[in-house]
């Protein structure tokens, strides 16, 4: 049995909207992309069973493997390209679609052969295929491939059992056992700790930053407690840029006043805090952008960002009052207590407001990079940013071969850091419950771990 901190599980058509973490895993767990991730994070094949890259990243050639539908019919290149297309279209809200732009063309090119044509080169496309997102599901009687199918729907749970591969032989095949079947539980955080403790669970995943309290009181052994190393952003996005925060300067004292050190001390010591937008060069002609303040102590710079507050207001006497967007739960509070107390040490005056609260001047965002390529990271922080850095970013998106993009994406990490568009803090916070015969579990960087790549694999 298996919980996820989120709603309960349902198969939806992902071009709706953002899904919660529990659909994810559901689509996941009945569904497969053209590939897939495994236990570490990295691509397997998915419904197709095999792919070549051409023109320099711009054509990929996709072979099916012999699939069938939850009914017994057999998967054709013909509904994966209409499915494909419909997750791209123009009316559609898939999540991943800001990152699709660069696909010009679907095509069957056989009956178990498609092909997929780029206006700009894209190395690093398959691992949006392999996200959940992009799953291959039929929206009518939503259906998958597996690797599970759904035997019973529950009012917050699923159960699912093994899909038998048409490509192996019976006497292949291990002899199925009860263990085998997975039942996939949406819900809050709280209820999946206590049924993990009292042992009515093998997993609990999509822990975050929010609800981590609740584990540093909980009775959990620590060896069942895990982190994930997840690659992407975990800090505060500029989403007003009037009055105080108009300036970059201003935007940059704000970023220079919090004790990121301190704050990450104060959930885990495995968390690591980060003051650079791009994790590493990725895909980049040059290391990250790193803000000019970094090498100051941080008492120095809280002086430097202190006088930045105190100048603006001998112009503006009002005071500086910023609203700033945090998740609920326990660990919102310790976040808030940490960067409050951090905003009023230079003179700012900070409110708290819900996550989704329509007047924040600062959001935080928590989100696991779906591939690692530094678009991404530049295009999440850009969410506005100023003019030059906008272009900058539409530039390295539209840039016609490797090399370009990977200069343009340069310019475009030292006008948003310039711009002071984004305010990083540390890694995204992902953390799970798993128990010790969970033997293929995992940490990677995607923070993601297939229900059909937990148990060790049977001889």
Known sequence: MASVIGAPPELSDASRGDWPESDRALADSVAQGLVRFDATGQIEPGVAERWIVTDEGMTYIFRLREAVWSDGRPVTAQEVVAILKHQIAAASRNPLKPFLTSIESIVEMTPQVIQIELSHPRPDLLKLFAQPELAIVRRRNPAGTGPFRIMHAGRRSMLLTPVSDPNRS???????????DVRLIGEPASRAIMRYIARGSDLVAGGTVGDWPLIQIATVPPAEVKLDPAAGLFGLAITNREGFL????????IAAAIDRAGL????????????QLLPDQLDSATPPAIPSWV???VGDRRQQAKAQVASWRGIHPEPVVLRVALPGGPGGTLLWARIGADLQSVGIQPVRVAQDARDADLRLIDAVAPYDSARWYLAM???PCGGAASDAVEAARVAPTLAARSAAIATADAAVAADVSFIPIAR?????????RLRQWQPNARAWHPLNRLRAVPK
Not at 172 to 180: G, L, Q, Y
Not at 246 to 253: C, I, K, L, T
Not at 264 to 275: G, L, Y
């Open 295 to 297: 090498a100051i102590d």
């Open 170 to 180: 019976p006497d292949e095949i291990p002899e199925k056992v009860p263990e085998d």
């Open 246 to 253: 108009a300036s970059a300067d201003n935007r940059a004292a």
């Open 381 to 383: 922080a850009c969410a």
């Open 428 to 436: 995204p916070f992902r953390w799970s419950l798993v128990s010790l």
């Open 264 to 275: 990450v001390e104060a959930f885990s010591p495995e968390w690591a805090p980060t003051e």
